[in-house]
């Protein structure tokens, strides 16, 4: 617990470095299992190695994340509500996986839509952390966060996407939004809805994280009453099918929303994705400089409408071990390439591809 608290100070302070140094320290529990969320110590990594060059949108996500974990004897109350709220939506206890009632609450943590949104929204967890936790170092990094906490819930619908950008209709109004393609769009096809949060980053808007596919008849409920928006959930059958709770130890990236199964399946050219074996950051690398080759000199575009390409090519360039090989050995062939697929690619990736190319990222030691 004294380490517990320790890593969460340390993000609290805005140091993921050492944060990442004080899990890394505490090893494994008395049973050889990890202790800490896989994914936390992923975006950890990235913070502490290439913090300097996220837009403003990431060190928002990282609040956001951080908020979600802070345990505080105050927000007891709205956590049972938000986690009853979210199993009812279920069917129940009696109809979540799990090893035990332990394993079965913190899936629903991890992984459920609803919980996270009734927690950091409806329920003021997020404003909550911000004006009492989260310090100012850590704030100064990030966007307007009390517009961020009052972000609502709204219906969107797929129009197209592109390398860079992803642009949605909101049914509401008809209104355009275009955000930079961070992966929140990777299985969609023109056409489908969703339902998310928007919010603005420096001029213009993102998800505050993925937003949640749905049929077209939920996205229009949500679109008539946007406060809603559990109800419509509620009512739909096919939700535990899309937010499923089987997978514990994946979890969307904050920079890049997609779970390594998929990107690095996908970079790898491995069709089987239903598995995900170990790839060497030297494979990953060398997987990533090639399919960037193919998508600027082979593929003609349109981009597969069933699968982000491109995204899932970000979120490998944002990987910091990736990165890391890429820095000390891509080749000037190599290192020309990056140069052009920055101009394909939204940020952080973009920079990141820029500044290898240059050989001018600054790496943490």
């Given at each position: 617990?004294?380490?517990?608290?320790?890593?969460?100070?340390?993000?609290?302070?805005?140091?993921?470095?050492?944060?990442?140094?004080?899990?890394?320290?505490?090893?494994?529990?008395?049973?050889?299992?990890?202790?800490?969320?896989?994914?936390?110590?992923?975006?950890?990594?990235?913070?502490?190695?290439?913090?300097?060059?996220?837009?403003?949108?990431?060190?928002?996500?990282?609040?956001?994340?951080?908020?979600?974990?802070?345990?505080?004897?105050?927000?007891?109350?709205?956590?049972?509500?938000?986690?009853?709220?979210?199993?009812?939506?279920?069917?129940?206890?009696?109809?979540?996986?799990?090893?035990?009632?332990?394993?079965?609450?913190?899936?629903?943590?991890?992984?459920?839509?609803?919980?996270?949104?009734?927690?950091?929204?409806?329920?003021?967890?997020?404003?909550?952390?911000?004006?009492?936790?989260?310090?100012?170092?850590?704030?100064?990094?990030?966007?307007?966060?009390?517009?961020?906490?009052?972000?609502?819930?709204?219906?969107?619908?797929?129009?197209?996407?592109?390398?860079?950008?992803?642009?949605?209709?909101?049914?509401?109004?008809?209104?355009?939004?275009?955000?930079?393609?961070?992966?929140?769009?990777?299985?969609?096809?023109?056409?489908?809805?969703?339902?998310?949060?928007?919010?603005?980053?420096?001029?213009?808007?993102?998800?505050?994280?993925?937003?949640?596919?749905?049929?077209?008849?939920?996205?229009?409920?949500?679109?008539?009453?946007?406060?809603?928006?559990?109800?419509?959930?509620?009512?739909?059958?096919?939700?535990?099918?899309?937010?499923?709770?089987?997978?514990?130890?994946?979890?969307?990236?904050?920079?890049?929303?997609?779970?390594?199964?998929?990107?690095?399946?996908?970079?790898?050219?491995?069709?089987?994705?239903?598995?995900?074996?170990?790839?060497?950051?030297?494979?990953?690398?060398?997987?990533?400089?090639?399919?960037?080759?193919?998508?600027?000199?082979?593929?003609?575009?349109?981009?597969?409408?069933?699968?982000?390409?491109?995204?899932?090519?970000?979120?490998?360039?944002?990987?910091?071990?990736?990165?890391?090989?890429?820095?000390?050995?891509?080749?000037?062939?190599?290192?020309?390439?990056?140069?052009?697929?920055?101009?394909?690619?939204?940020?952080?990736?973009?920079?990141?591809?820029?500044?290898?190319?240059?050989?001018d990222l600054p790496l943490a030691a």
């Amino acid at each position: 617990m004294s380490t517990l608290f320790s890593a969460d100070e340390a993000e609290r302070r805005g140091d993921a470095a050492g944060a990442l140094a004080q899990m890394r320290a505490a090893g494994k529990d008395d049973h050889g299992r990890p202790i800490w969320r896989p994914w936390r110590m992923q975006y950890l990594a990235q913070f502490a190695d290439l913090g300097p060059v996220l837009p403003r949108w990431a060190h928002s996500r990282w609040i956001v994340a951080q908020a979600a974990q802070w345990l505080d004897a105050d927000n007891r109350g709205i956590a049972r509500s938000a986690m009853q709220m979210a199993i009812d939506v279920r069917g129940g206890v009696q109809c979540l996986p799990g090893r035990d009632a332990a394993d079965r609450r913190a899936r629903v943590m991890d992984h459920d839509w609803i919980y996270r949104q009734l927690l950091l929204y409806d329920l003021g967890k997020l404003d909550r952390f911000c004006r009492r936790r989260a310090s100012p170092d850590l704030l100064a990094g990030a966007d307007d966060m009390e517009t961020w906490a009052r972000a609502p819930v709204d219906a969107y619908c797929l129009v197209e996407r592109h390398s860079v950008s992803v642009t949605w209709q909101r049914l509401r109004d008809g209104a355009l939004l275009r955000t930079p393609n961070a992966g929140c769009a990777p299985m969609l096809w023109p056409g489908d809805a969703v339902v998310g949060r928007a919010v603005t980053t420096e001029g213009e808007q993102i998800f505050e994280s993925a937003p949640l596919p749905v049929t077209h008849d939920v996205a229009h409920r949500v679109a008539e009453d946007p406060d809603s928006w559990l109800a419509a959930l509620g009512d739909w059958d096919l939700y535990r099918e899309v937010v499923p709770l089987i997978r514990p130890t994946e979890h969307d990236g904050l920079l890049v929303e997609l779970p390594p199964r998929i990107w690095q399946n996908v970079v790898c050219d491995q069709p089987d994705a239903s598995t995900l074996r170990s790839f060497s950051p030297a494979e990953l690398a060398q997987a990533a400089i090639g399919l960037g080759a193919f998508l600027l000199d082979e593929f003609e575009p349109p981009d597969f409408p069933h699968l982000d390409t491109w995204a899932c090519l970000a979120a490998a360039l944002v990987e910091p071990a990736v990165v890391r090989h890429l820095v000390a050995s891509t080749d000037a062939e190599g290192r020309a390439l990056l140069a052009r697929l920055s101009a394909h690619l939204s940020e952080p990736a973009g920079t990141v591809c820029r500044l290898v190319a240059e050989g001018d990222l600054p790496l943490a030691a």
